[in-house]
């Protein structure tokens, strides 16, 4: 256990696996076949943030296409069947991750709360040897509201809270690489760290320490980080 630090709670995508284009291109192929275009800026600029039933959801409704929810859940699986394929074809963590993931599970609890379907996450850290780590994790479906909402942060805090019942949300770090999983994990008063692997931190509002990617944080940072309440930088 470190000192101040109680708890990590990562994004799964854009943060440890760099699957977010591998994603954009099943969207876009699933999107197609039903003739739909979603294009690169659109996917980060306005659906990244969202779990795959809230992509399709609000694509199709700004295309003027009126889906079912039995249409939507035809797509999310369409959609899953093709990310596999893709995720299949070679690496896909950030450099680094895999290195801090197994830091900080030897220090604090960790745990994932991630926007995208449990068999992608389950499958990438069986894949990479990383699945140990993680004795939680909230992917999409497993709260009535994904992210933006607190609901997926709130949900892995409580998860880690009945191993710990002295935990506390402001001594738990949530590590993002969106402003819409900011505004989820701030939602569930947790401390922010915002990753530039998507985006510039200029669009990382809510992150009280930015930095370039996992290969750069280190437990001593994130300790630093709660145990102050003045916004940090790096």
Known sequence: ???????????????????????????????????VTLTAEDYYH????????????????DHGVELTTDQIAALVAQK???????????????PGAAEFVRQAASAVPIAIASGAQRHEIEGILDATNLREHFSIIVAAG?????KPSPDPYARAFQLLQGSNDTLTASRCVAIEDSRWGLESALGAGLRCVGVT??????????????????????????????????????
């Open 197 to 234: 692997n998507s985006y510039p931190a200029s669009e990382l509002p809510g992150a009280e320490l930015v930095v370039d990617g996992l290969h750069v944080l280190t437990i001593e940072m994130l300790d630093h980080l709660v145990g102050e309440t003045s916004p940090a930088r790096a």
């Open 1 to 35: 256990m470190s000192g101040a630090l109680q708890a990590i709670v990562f994004d799964f995508d854009g943060v440890i696996a760099d699957s977010e284009p591998l994603h954009l291109r099943a969207f876009q192929h699933t999107l197609a076949s039903h003739g």
């Open 46 to 61: 306005r659906y990244l943030g969202y779990d795959d039933v809230g992509v399709f959801a609000h694509v199709s409704r």
């Open 142 to 146: 497993d709260t009535v509201r994904g």
């Open 80 to 94: 899953g069947e093709h990310i596999q394929q893709l995720l299949h074809a070679g690496e896909v963590l950030f």
